[in-house]
């Protein structure tokens, strides 16, 4: 199973971004997915999870501006990205959630990813 992230790109502070995360050689409705981000030289970063279910989990920065979605019949994870700011710009990755988001508290714990299954992240950059 492996999942891919896209749909980043360059946007003014105040815009909006949708990403995308597919999954590749498996069901999605089984899992639940978490994105997280890491800017350069800072840590890696909770952002969102969403549960197999659909409960959905945000870091306190993206409350009120980031809401998540799955749609398991295309096998893909939004994450819609509304009044960016120039420090939500980073790399955003996807990621199955092991614990199925119970417990997702927006700290970022490696051990909460399954390992091999997210690939190289989307590249969302904000200008001021």
Known sequence: VQLQASGGGLVQAGGSLRLSCTMSGGAL????????????????????????????????????????????????VYLQMNALKPEDAAVY????????CVGWTGTFLRSRLVKGTYGQGTLVTVSS
């Open 29 to 76: 409705d089984t899992y639940a997915i978490q994105w997280f981000r890491q800017a350069p030289g800072k840590e890696r970063e909770g952002v969102s999870c969403i549960s197999s279910d659909g409960r959905t989990y945000f870091g306190d920065s993206m409350k009120g501006r980031f809401t998540i979605s799955r749609d398991n019949v295309k096998n893909t």
């Open 93 to 100: 990755y996807c990621a199955r959630d092991i614990f199925g």
